[in-house]
């Protein structure tokens, strides 16, 4: 058989799996954003059947044995064929071992999961997801005992499966580095800096309105509207199904519109990213292999970077007055630009400032940690966390609900938060060149949105999905990661915001 | 192998039945109420694969032995067994001599019309639907062919699907009677009727209030808040996914807030059904096995028979009024319900009133049954659809966008729309029963429409499943069908509101 036979006949098996991800993505789409509480049960069976299917689909025999002879002899392949071969050989590697009974329990144990850690947030009651977190750390645990890789730490394991090569001491190294600018840097202006006004934060601000709002910036950002929904759930998320089919999901509080413009922002980034892949990887089955912090750099580039600047909020600004009466009719443009980056210590990681962000994903980065490790017990996790919410933001954690029940993230897994901060540092590296290349927020006060998307299409789009972290980072900006550009940012914009 | 033994394994097969079908039908449910334009050939697509494997389970050599051999040695099976096996075995007979391969293309085919009907409707072109649809009369008749049953013609074929034993002749006297009271009914109106006030009907009236209002009315019908989800499509309908899960759609309508309404209150109707069948039904794969037109008529029963009723109007008007502003200040209680009973020729069937409903039904029952029957081709559709529009009710059709491309119903099959009618006349014959027992208006007028659910469980509910039409209507209401009480109902009504 030719590599190009052997090509035509996985593409084929591909295709197959494909419809089974999709059907699976689409179910747990309907589980967030449409079913009401008493389907959610059902559907997590129903997801863990599929999700059989789709096991037997990635374990064949015929599957296995063309990702094998294309990773060992990949003559003829294109270099985005044989990346594509590389990531797939990896997965094989990481869940070969797996038994079809031990991926469906794994499956109904984190359906599970996330139904316990809704219950136990609503009722402010750790218990009620004390055991499927138990269960979660467990079969993280047993999963990564079966892989053919091997790993100094477990918790080494989780980081690579969302940073190719990310380690502990790598992330010891940059958190430390953040740990010792930023903390400093909050108590400063905690203390000296220069108030801001904020009493309209809070003022009531109908749905309908928000969401009016939102519909308006995913079309500024960029995102093809015939490709394009955006709906409502508790945590909010971006997922797609193929470049055509991009789902948003936001959050609307009536009393905290800033919250979903943000929100929005953010996830109109990941949705620019699933949209704008070359036609290649889409053909090829070689899209949306970045990193996930590759994919919270866009994210984070659109909400805090570009969102947060004086020349977005110039722009959207009489829209936003346009659209909800005189409800901010008081408020000056240069007041919604500092309400909107106010930095203070706080608990609700999604709702914490450009500044402060990091530090919370900081304890989710030492908790996470630690307890994939084995050297904690989830029984220890609430404790852990309220300590060093009061080391490092200075705050009491009054309940879990708004403590560490507050993210979903911990329902399906680990390794994922710090994704978010080396997607942030990313993100301030990646702006630094753009800027070389054009007049981003000269650009962005005029509303042109589309000239930062082409320029990241052109340069980071185009190579994300093939390239190692590294490589790609040295690739867009010449260096490899430098959290210092990002740390420089921060400081430059808040002691001139704070007036320090 | 004993029966219980049999019961067992076939429960086994048919649970992963449920699994493919409640997914497939929350891919469709998907493909409605969420996915961007872009997204739909994808999902027609994922469908159809999931189709196929739906196909295998039902085409099971296991699941015909056993559905075989417990229908024709039926020993030991309860009466609610013992239906669920003769609906299996009747669907068996149906479908037992398709191939995996033409089940797959007229999946394909369906899904692919749907796109291509609601692109002719977009675009005010037959022409983009016509060939989907020669496609649909074509997979419809191969399709009957095919069956092990025999039928008289394709029509009844179709008939018999929806509602089982039903026929052109009954349905020829059916429409008949239907024909010569109400047409000249509706003349009358036309010529002599008192006016009825009807500037508010298309006062802009914001969506977000006419969501809230939506919701209160399912909320009022009786619908469980946690097992019940409200969504917006093009052409409402409604689905479920067992009584834990029930999905209502409806489209709102900024200047047209009374289609919404009882939009919405007729998708009520069905969902009540699906959520309130005995927990025996559910549990023995026997629920959901009620006709079209069981459906249609307790939809129908609570749009129209109590939805249009004075009481109810009563009730909910102050609702409406706090709901909305100011914009109805100047509306009476009374001058809304003579509104909402507005009867006038028209050309959209959902749009139109309770008293020309079934003439719009009529037309379609008389073109759907022609073509499939082979007696008129797909291109001469529109110009007999117009013609008789311009017979029946007086209007002239000015494109196929308000002509016959209106509904969706003919990119999926035929047989159904007679369902409709049917379910009207069975809804005026079980009211009469229903108010033997208790004050049914003085209850809605007070808003305890609950006494209205609780009697339909107790016994329309309890029994549609296990029962053919013919054996149902005699059950609830002591004799077969009969359309007089509707038409003495329509009479009644319409005399007295425009003082004939």
Redesign the interface.
């Known amino acids: 058989m030719t590599n190009k036979q052997r090509i035509k006949q996985l593409f084929k098996i591909l295709d197959?799996q494909q419809?089974y991800q999709?059907?699976i993505g689409?179910?747990y789409?309907?589980m967030e954003?449409?079913?009401?509480?008493?389907?959610l049960e059902?559907?997590g069976?129903?997801m863990a059947?599929?999700g059989q299917?789709l096991y037997k689909l990635e374990h064949s025999k015929k599957y296995e044995r063309l990702i094998i002879e294309l990773h060992d002899d990949p003559e003829g392949l294109t270099p985005v064929q044989k990346k594509m071969i590389d990531h797939a050989y990896d997965r094989y590697l990481k869940v070969k071992n797996f038994t079809p009974q031990f991926s469906y329990e794994m499956d109904v144990a984190l359906n599970k999961a996330y139904g316990q850690w809704l219950a136990a947030k609503k009722a402010n009651d750790f218990s009620l997801f004390r055991d499927s977190l138990v269960s979660v750390v467990d079969f993280t645990r047993k999963a990564v005992d079966l892989r053919e890789q091997k790993y100094p730490t477990y918790y080494t394991a989780c980081l690579d499966d969302y940073e190719k090569g990310g380690n502990e001491e790598q992330l010891d190294a940059f958190f430390g580095a953040l740990k010792v600018r930023i903390i400093p840097l909050m108590q400063q202006i905690v203390k000296e800096g220069k108030p801001i006004r904020e009493d309209f934060l809070r003022r009531p601000c109908?749905?309908?309105q928000q969401e009016a709002f939102s519909r308006y910036l995913l079309e500024t950002e960029g995102l093809?509207?015939?490709?394009?929904?955006l709906?409502t759930t508790e945590h909010p998320f971006t997922t797609n199904?193929?470049p055509?089919?991009?789902?948003v999901t936001t959050h609307y509080f009536e009393d905290n519109f800033i919250s979903n413009i943000f929100s929005t922002m953010h996830e109109g980034g990941h949705a620019l990213f699933m949209q704008n892949e070359p036609e290649e990887f889409y053909e090829n089955h070689a899209d949306n292999q970045m990193s996930n912090a590759m994919h919270e750099c866009i994210s984070r580039f659109y909400e805090n970077l570009i969102g947060r600047s004086e020349a977005f909020i110039h722009f959207v600004y009489p829209k936003l007055r346009e659209l909800t009466g005189d409800t901010f009719a008081d408020v000056s443009e240069r007041e919604l630009y500092e309400a909107v980056n106010i930095a203070r210590p706080s608990l609700i990681r999604t709702e914490s400032d450009e500044l402060t962000y990091c530090l919370h994903i900081l304890i989710r980065y030492e908790i996470e940690k630690v307890l994939v490790n084995g050297e904690i017990t989830v029984d220890e996790v609430p404790t852990l966390w309220n300590a060093k919410y009061k080391e490092y933001l200075g705050v009491d954690v009054p309940n879990d609900t708004v403590g560490c029940l507050q993210d979903v993230h911990w329902s399906s897994g680990f390794g994922y938060f710090p994704s978010y901060a080396l997607g942030n540092a990313y993100g301030a590296q990646i702006l630094r060149i753009m800027e070389q290349d054009f007049d981003v927020f000269g650009a962005v006060a005029n509303g042109e949105l589309t000239k930062v998307a082409d320029w990241l299409k052109e340069h980071v789009f185009s190579c994300a999905s093939i390239l190692d972290p590294d490589e790609w980072i040295r690739e867009v900006t010449g260096e490899s990661l430098n959290v210092n550009y990002y740390l420089d940012y921060l400081e430059k914009k808040y002691k001139a915001l704070y007036r320090l």
């Open positions: 197959q419809v999709r059907s689409k179910l789409f309907d954003c449409c079913a009401p509480d008493e389907g059902q559907a069976e129903d059947v599929l299917q109908p749905i309908y093809r509207k015939t490709a394009t929904v709906m199904f193929g055509k089919d991009v789902r």
